[in-house]
């Protein structure tokens, strides 16, 4: 017995119906899917890890310039309930002076709202130092390079170059200090003397608030702040740090000192933008690491760290590693 003719248009039209509401049902969950692991997806422990409470682990590496991503971050832990606190993991040289105050208020912000810990990896120093004194407690390891309380303003003179070649720039402007120093020529005394001042007023800074922070007299202020880098062996004893150890330390101090529940899980909070100012070049690295080709892959990362200190600007706090002649 054959079925009516109109029965059968009608079971198709129901099947395409079914079909299409399953189509935007996968849909409607695969999204939300996706909205929820770009809120809460970034931690090591899964999407739902930023759903319970646990230690949110902030990372500080390379260089500070005090970007809105990071300081929305650093914002964003502060106003989650489910942070019971911080560890900030720091590895950085430093970077731009106000870059290095920026992340400082703003880590100061956060530490006023839950306990902040930081964590040394191997080098916390200039700008690097300033954002790790923002923390209650500072832990680094042994061997961890600390300090380098200091600023400093270069600029290239190519001047005898362009006689070289036979170039002359020409400059007017409105007085003898506007644009100095230019690169372009000798710099002139006056130039020299207001750069200085203004190293010396970021210096001052600099020295008043790790005074302030690490709690040390003027002796011992002095001790540590003629621009060195310190072991966090050395650094001990002249209270740049609190005490050595690692992310394990810091936990266990958080714990005893600030009442952290104990096993509490560690949760990565990282920035929401995937590629960032470099990450072009950290992109296309990654891609030559997974095809075994590590050279490519060295030598494009010292691309992007060699670009990204060449755009700093102006008075910076910033350790530089000593390079062989």
Known sequence: MSLPHDYLIDRRRLRRKLSLWRILAIGGATAAALALFARYGDGALGPAAKLSPHIARLSVSG???????????????????????????????????????????????????????????????????????????????????????????????????????????????????????NGFEPTSEEARAAIAALVADSYDWFKGLVKERRKLDDSELAKVTDGRVFTARQGLPLKLVDLIGGEREAIEWLETEKGVAKRLPVVDWKKKNAIERFGLVDSAAGVAAALGLDALAQALQRVGTVAERGLLDGVVAIWQAPTPD
């Open 63 to 181: 260089i500070i310039t005090g970007d809105k991503e990071t300081l929305d971050l650093v914002k964003s832990i502060g106003e989650d309930a489910k942070a019971s606190a911080v560890l900030l993991a720091i590895d950085s040289p430093g970077g731009t002076t106000t870059g290095a105050e920026r992340l400082h208020d703003e880590l100061r912000r956060l530490a006023a709202k839950k306990p902040v810990v930081a964590v040394v990896g191997t080098l916390a120093a200039s700008g690097g130092y300033i954002a790790a004194i923002a923390a209650d407690e500072i832990v680094a390891h042994g061997n961890s390079l600390v300090g380098s309380i200091g600023v400093l303003f270069q600029f290239p003179n190519v001047g005898k170059l362009l006689d070289n070649v036979g170039v002359q720039m020409e400059t007017v402007k409105s007085s003898p200090l506007k644009a100095a120093p």
